[in-house]
């Protein structure tokens, strides 16, 4: 499992209020990924970050932002959460781009917005 | 950007038959390739990856092909069995300093009937 864990692990709440999800790693990776994953589109990159303070904006971005004070925890927060960011959200990280590139999966969020 | 698609979305074989996943990516400068198995209610796995520089790797009953002048990547499952059933999905990334952004296909269901 790489060592990684996400917090909550389901979450109900109202259309307008914030929400952060947690993604913790227990292995000191450099790289870590947040993912949502929705009928008909696979997985879909919201942010990603590259070491600590070091984040950039994946496809999805729109609506998310992110924030990593140190290695082993990467947040992920819903400003104003709307229905549409309904869904099931995965932390990754990889192991070592260029060497070797495996990417390993959280075991996700179900987040419910009503 | 990358764009992957995946076909067929869905397929039915009969327990030890092959069977045969098809995606096909946009970006050339695309390096890497994995595929991840998702059961129900779980994290995606990954089962197996190829580089850019490698044209097939085997591992067991499954097996990836890459072909970089048509821009298209296989997976292969050869005498299926119940438990190979799930949803399986390609990705595609150009691995580099910023990490391992993967940009999925929207996934095939298998279904193997016993």
């Known amino acids: 499992d790489a060592g990684i864990t996400q917090s909550p692990r389901h979450k109900v709440t109202e259309t307008g209020t914030p929400v952060t999800l947690r993604c913790h790693q227990t292995e000191n990776h450099r790289y870590m990924y947040w993912y949502r994953q929705d009928p008909g589109h696979g997985l879909r990159l919201i942010h990603y970050?590259?070491?600590?303070?070091?984040?950039d904006k994946g496809e999805v971005s729109d609506g998310y932002s992110v924030s990593r004070s140190k290695t082993e925890d990467f947040l992920l927060t819903l400003e104003s959460a709307t229905s549409s960011q309904t869904s099931v959200y995965f932390c990754?990280?990889?192991?070592?781009?260029?060497?070797?590139?495996?990417?390993?999966f959280g075991p996700g969020t179900r987040l419910t917005v009503t | 950007g990358e764009n992957v698609e995946q076909h067929p979305s869905t397929l039915s074989v009969q327990e030890g038959d092959s069977a045969v996943i098809k995606c096909t990516y946009s970006d050339s400068a695309s390096n890497y390739f994995p595929w991840y198995k998702q059961e129900l209610g779980k994290r995606p796995q990954l089962i197996i990856d190829?580089?850019?520089?490698?044209g097939e790797k085997k591992d067991q009953r499954i097996a990836v092909t890459l072909n970089k002048t048509a821009k298209h990547f296989s997976l292969h499952i050869t005498e299926t069995q119940p438990e190979d059933s799930a949803v399986y999905f390609c990705?595609?990334?150009?691995?580099?300093?910023?990490?391992?952004?993967?940009?999925f296909g929207a996934g095939t269901i298998l279904r193997v009937k016993s």
């Open positions: 990705a595609a990334s150009k691995v580099g300093e910023y990490g391992n952004k993967l940009v």
């Open positions: 190829i580089r850019s520089n490698v």
């Open positions: 990754a990280i990889s192991v070592k781009p260029g060497g070797r590139n495996e990417q390993y």
């Open positions: 970050s590259y070491g600590v303070k070091d984040t």
